[in-house]
């Protein structure tokens, strides 16, 4: 019996938007494009994943009773099917990081034990787990829960062996000269972040900055899996940084290139 020879993956989709300041978009599913990009690329990746979190469900936005739902992209799927979708994405993402790398991941509550207890399973080592305090969060429409008001993101090297960039001082000094904590007193974006269009979860623009110059340096690249509006890719622009984003949304690259080229 003819032997099987294992073939190196191959990345070969034409990307959707590039520019020669180390910019590339690239449009589909990300499990399939993950899974067949070269291994060991990037210094750092930041994934906003799907939350599942659009239930049909009510929130209140600008004082008025809005559906939750931000897209079909966003539905669950079942905690089973959630959780084998994390496993995937999470383990392509960790062949994709160089062996120092580092990967931020976000969620709430819908997801955020499923992203962790995946990363765990994969042997990431987790570095910290970042409360995101949204400072003026939506009041809770119902009366029946807390304010939710925080969402977490999950800090961790590629493996245990890593040796990887934390920039310590910059920290500091962007903390007034005290040691930065894990909670981060951060305002959701600001509608001059939004000139171009709204993205339903967009991060801010302060979130993304701060996590690009805690973990990368100058001339590093940085992947975004669910890239949406490329709020990642602004921050790593502005700060000497190379990025590669991925959406299935032709509507979300749009807005990213739309973001993006305000900034080269
Ligand atoms: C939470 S949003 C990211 C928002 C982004 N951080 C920003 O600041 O604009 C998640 C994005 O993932 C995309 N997405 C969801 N599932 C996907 C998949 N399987 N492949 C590619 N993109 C996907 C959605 O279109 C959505 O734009």
Not at 20 to 45: A, H, K, R, V, W
Not at 134 to 161: M, Q
Not at 227 to 241: D, F
């Amino acid at each position: 019996m003819e032997a099987t020879r294992q073939e190196t993956p191959r990345f070969d989709a034409a990307p959707y938007y590039s520019h020669p300041q180390g910019i590339t978009l690239y449009q589909g599913d990300s499990l399939e494009l993950l899974e067949s990009m070269e291994p060991e690329q990037f210094e750092m990746i930041f994934a906003d994943p799907p939350y599942f979190l659009s239930n049909d469900g009510v929130t209140c936005k600008s004082g008025r009773m809005v559906s939750v739902n931000k897209g079909r992209w966003d539905r669950s799927m079942g905690v089973q099917a959630n959780h084998e979708f994390n496993l995937r994405w999470l383990q392509a993402c960790q062949r994709l990081l160089k062996p120092d790398g580092t990967i931020w991941v976000s969620g709430t509550h819908h997801v955020i034990y499923s992203l962790g207890f995946a990363m765990q399973t994969l042997g990431y080592k987790v570095l910290n787990d970042i409360a995101w305090f949204k400072v003026n969060p939506p009041p809770n429409l119902s009366c029946r829960y807390f304010t939710h008001g925080t969402e977490t993101v999950i800090w961790a090297a590629r493996d245990t062996d890593s040796r990887y960039t934390f920039n310590y001082k910059t920290m500091k000094e962007m903390n007034g000269g005290k040691q930065m904590k894990n909670l981060w007193n951060i305002m959701s974006p600001r509608k001059a972040e939004k000139v171009h269009g709204k993205h339903p979860t967009q991060k801010p623009m302060k979130l993304l900055r701060r996590i690009v110059l805690a973990a990368s340096n100058p001339g590093d690249t940085i992947l975004d899996p669910f890239c949406g509006s490329s709020t990642t890719g602004v921050a790593a622009v502005e700060e000497g940084r190379n990025y590669v984003g991925i959406d299935q949304s032709e509507e979300y690259l749009d807005l990213s290139i739309a973001r993006l080229q305000d900034v080269l």
